[in-house]
């Protein structure tokens, strides 16, 4: 089997459950009794850690000999906790065991972008396939849980998720290429990876650049907690909200798997200014609940706001790490852009929208204002020149 294909049905495997977990797992809370602030905060829990979180644990991943171990064991643990979460245990330990699930769930992409994207550039493959085939599962898992929540309980949920998890663990095991943590065949010590990633916290570029997509990725919070539950306040059912996240991710698909030619042409810098401007348009434009014919080129904006963004960002991480330290750099991108900055509008969109509903984009719009200022900072630093 093709590594691209492998790679990508590992991604199947990821994003199948995010696809479920992203869009409706507040309206699983809110089935059990819980209000929009207390969903805000649990979501917002683990985001909020995952400054310290993510990169102890892929300082911890990098203690393995291959880099597939560490995603099977994480995988395996997420499934144990998800299926902890049917018990009643109540707001409390709900949010203890989500903060546990979730700080392990959302490092396995940013560990598997590691290896695909050493892979893409050892054997000249497209990085967007495999990603774009995450993106693809992640639509099966919305539309499909739309569908059932329409006519069945929330907590079938938590079925599709722990099954999804599952999976993902013998996925790493059976599909992902046994590269090594360290080419030269040892780990290295405690101290050179802790060391490491205290450079990179140290270096201002890397900071700017990470922080800029951190800001842009991370207004996404309303959108991803509330925006099912907004749309639902609109009269839209949770089948058409399906279709709604569904158009957004193959806008995200297409921009991953079509435009790779362009995207080299124009540069990290450009795809980060772009997306930043895109998610300005998105989310303003959200704050006034527009009618269900424009929320479909909305939608279609995550290309910008999402996907232009990501891939920036990962590809200025890869140009200011080096491969010792290339595991720490995509835990800090993806602990700011999926952790401190976006637990705090998390927890701050709980709060707005128990009082302003959908107006509680416009802090999203704002957000991503302050993203593009950063992106406009780094031109001009020679690093990020082409050549």
Do not use: C
Request: no cysteine.
């Amino acid at each position: 089997m093709p590594v691209t294909l492998r790679l990508g049905l590992f991604y199947g495997a990821i994003f199948i459950g995010t696809g479920v977990s992203s869009p409706y797992l507040p309206v699983w809370f809110a089935h059990h009794g819980l209000s929009g602030g207390r969903i805000g905060l649990i979501l917002s829990l683990p985001m909020l850690a995952r400054a310290v979180t993510a990169p102890l644990l892929a300082v911890w991943a990098d203690a393995f000999e291959l880099r597939r171990t560490a995603l099977a064991l994480l995988s395996l643990a997420v499934t144990a906790a998800y299926a902890a979460m049917a018990l009643p245990w109540g707001f409390a330990w709900w949010a203890v065991i989500w903060f546990a699930a979730s700080s392990m769930y959302t490092t396995l992409s940013p560990l598997a972008d590691v290896i695909t994207l050493r892979r893409a550039r050892l054997d000249g493959f497209n990085f967007g396939w495999p990603r774009g085939m995450g993106s693809a599962a992640f639509i099966v898992g919305n539309l499909v849980m739309g569908a059932i929540l329409t006519r069945g309980s929330p907590d079938v949920m938590l079925v599709w998720m722990v099954a999804a998890s599952a999976a993902t663990a013998f996925a790493a095991r059976l599909l992902l290429p046994p590269d090594p943590v360290h080419e030269e065949g040892h780990s290295a010590a405690l101290s050179d990876r802790l060391a490491g990633i205290g450079a990179l916290v140290r270096d201002p570029v890397f900071m700017t650049a990470v922080v800029a997509a951190g800001l842009i990725q991370s207004a996404h919070a309303f959108y991803y907690g509330f925006s099912t539950l907004a749309w639902k306040r609109q009269g839209i059912a949770e089948d058409m909200t399906g279709v709604l996240w569904a158009t957004g991710v193959a806008a995200e698909i297409g921009f991953l798997w079509f435009l790779e030619p362009w995207r080299r042409r124009i540069g990290p810098r450009h795809l980060l200014t772009l997306g930043g401007a895109g998610a300005i348009v998105r989310w303003t434009a959200l704050a006034f609940s527009p009618p269900l014919w424009l929320l479909f080129p909305l939608q279609a904006l995550h290309a910008l706001s999402y996907a232009a963004t990501f891939l920036a960002s990962l590809q200025l991480v890869e140009r200011l790490s080096t491969p010792r330290t290339a595991s720490a750099a995509q835990a800090l991108n993806s602990a700011l852009s999926g952790g401190v900055l976006s637990g705090a509008a998390t927890m701050l969109s709980g709060w707005l929208f128990d009082r302003a509903g959908a107006h509680g984009y416009l802090l999203m719009s704002a957000m991503s204002v302050a993203g593009m200022v950063g992106a406009l900072r780094l031109y001009g630093v020679r690093r990020l020149e082409p050549g």
